[in-house]
């Protein structure tokens, strides 16, 4: 059976667009979960997250939004109902199916919401338990569960469970390994619609990276899943990952980045970062589009390994008249990992 990849994906512009362009075969594959990231104005930015998910997510694809980043307060003045209703409600009225994010310790109002989303649109629930180094461990018991099942108004068999084990790297895997585990066994009591892995190891942010040259980063949160899985002996485990962002919520962005390209590999990331050109805006990023091409980072199947590839193709031939922004190389970037992550679990069973 094709292990099923679930991509943790920032609801931005540039995700949106990778998801717009990822081909038949890798939406087949790929059950997207969207985090909303927050900011100053909520309703603003529900909308706009609402207009993405219309324009960009594929009319056979089911959506699994994730809002437990944003406070839960009321969206509409005088309205009753937070991020969950507003975001389900909208998507409700453009025929746009959603799965919406619960957690042990939301609180019955937030549950009742989820419960209410999940009837609406009738494709269940997620629910995303963390496992993260630094998380509060909770570990209710069976009369918990079935309170929280009642709260959400779904069987087991209706929800699709995350584990999210959060940052991993090297130092911390064997530790992060034995707490998955632990939480695995336990989960393992009630047959859920599927079970899910999920960790990440991309760094926060690209400071200190050298320019002009590709820097190596170790796909840690594969090398988690893989251990995991050989040790293993209840249902099949989904992989699951944070694309080619580090798994925490960002900052917000001030000013524009260096042209860079986090570019995915069997094992690694290769991670090239320029400076800019001062006169020429972005135009570093042909010069570092050609490097890549011309590395042996550079995939056998060239362009066509995926839409973002192509437009790498194109920058390192001057075939566009702009280099891109930092939207651009996230969604050519993440196009690229949707592709090599679902090439490998369906030929090597390894992402």
Same mark, same amino acid.
């Given at each position: /059976?094709?292990?099923?990849?679930?991509?943790?994906?920032?609801?931005?512009?540039?995700?949106?667009?990778?998801?717009?362009h990822? %081909?038949?075969?890798?939406?087949?594959?790929?059950r997207?979960?969207m985090?909303? *990231?927050?900011? @100053?104005?909520?309703?603003?930015?529900?909308?706009?997250f609402?207009?993405?998910? /219309?324009?960009?997510?594929?009319?056979?694809?089911v959506?699994?939004?994730?809002?437990?980043?944003?406070?839960?307060?009321?969206v509409?003045?005088?309205?009753?109902?937070?991020?969950?209703v507003?975001?389900?409600?909208?998507?409700?009225?453009? @025929?746009?199916?959603m799965?919406?994010?619960?957690?042990?310790?939301?609180?019955?109002?937030?549950l009742?919401?989820?419960? @209410?989303?999940?009837?609406d649109?009738?494709?269940?629930?997620?629910?995303?338990?963390?496992?993260?180094?630094?998380?509060?461990?909770?570990?209710?018991?069976?009369?918990?569960?079935?309170?929280?099942?009642?709260s959400?108004?779904?069987?087991?068999?209706?929800?699709?469970?995350?584990?999210?084990?959060?940052? *991993?790297?090297?130092?911390t895997?064997e530790?992060?390994?034995?707490?998955? /585990?632990?939480?695995?066994?336990?989960?393992?009591?009630?047959?859920?619609?599927?079970?899910?892995?999920?960790?990440g190891?991309f760094?926060?942010?690209?400071?200190?990276?050298?320019?002009?040259t590709a820097?190596? *980063? =170790?796909?840690?949160?594969?090398?988690?899943?893989?251990?995991?899985?050989?040790?293993w002996?209840?249902?099949?485990?989904?992989?699951?990952?944070f694309?080619?962002?580090?798994?925490?919520?960002?900052?917000?962005?001030?000013?524009?980045?260096?042209?860079? /390209?986090?570019?995915?590999t069997?094992?690694?990331?290769?991670?090239? =970062?320029?400076r800019k050109?001062l006169?020429?805006?972005?135009?570093?990023?042909?010069?570092?589009?050609? @490097?890549? +091409?011309?590395?042996?980072?550079?995939?056998a199947?060239?362009?066509?390994?995926s839409?973002g590839?192509?437009?790498l193709?194109?920058?390192?031939q001057r075939?566009?008249?702009?280099?891109?922004?930092?939207?651009e190389?996230?969604?050519?970037?993440t196009?690229?990992?949707?592709?090599? +992550?679902? %090439?490998?679990?369906?030929?090597?069973?390894?992402?």
């Amino acid at each position: /059976m094709l292990v099923v990849y679930v991509p943790i994906l920032k609801g931005r512009a540039g995700e949106f667009y990778a998801l717009d362009h990822a %081909s038949a075969s890798v939406q087949q594959r790929i059950r997207p979960i969207m985090e909303i *990231v927050p900011a @100053d104005r909520v309703r603003d930015l529900l909308e706009t997250f609402c207009d993405h998910v /219309m324009n960009y997510v594929p009319n056979n694809m089911v959506l699994t939004v994730d809002c437990g980043a944003l406070p839960h307060v009321r969206v509409l003045e005088g309205d009753i109902g937070g991020p969950v209703v507003r975001v389900s409600e909208s998507l409700g009225y453009r @025929d746009r199916p959603m799965c919406p994010v619960f957690r042990f310790l939301d609180g019955q109002e937030l549950l009742s919401e989820v419960a @209410d989303a999940a009837a609406d649109h009738g494709q269940g629930a997620c629910l995303r338990i963390s496992t993260a180094w630094d998380a509060v461990k909770v570990i209710p018991d069976g009369g918990q569960v079935r309170e929280l099942l009642a709260s959400v108004r779904l069987d087991p068999g209706e929800i699709d469970v995350l584990v999210d084990a959060g940052p *991993v790297m090297s130092r911390t895997r064997e530790r992060l390994r034995a707490r998955v /585990m632990e939480v695995l066994e336990w989960l393992s009591r009630w047959p859920w619609r599927s079970l899910c892995l999920a960790s990440g190891a991309f760094p926060p942010n690209l400071t200190g990276f050298p320019r002009g040259t590709a820097t190596r *980063v =170790v796909r840690e949160d594969a090398r988690l899943w893989l251990e995991v899985v050989e040790n293993w002996q209840g249902p099949q485990l989904e992989f699951g990952d944070f694309g080619v962002t580090n798994p925490r919520m960002p900052p917000k962005s001030h000013g524009t980045p260096h042209p860079n /390209m986090r570019y995915t590999t069997e094992t690694d990331w290769q991670v090239f =970062v320029y400076r800019k050109k001062l006169r020429e805006g972005n135009d570093a990023f042909f010069d570092l589009s050609k @490097d890549l +091409v011309d590395s042996p980072y550079w995939p056998a199947s060239g362009a066509a390994t995926s839409w973002g590839d192509e437009r790498l193709q194109d920058c390192a031939q001057r075939r566009r008249e702009k280099a891109g922004g930092a939207t651009e190389w996230r969604a050519w970037a993440t196009s690229h990992h949707l592709a090599v +992550v679902t %090439s490998r679990l369906a030929s090597e069973g390894r992402p």
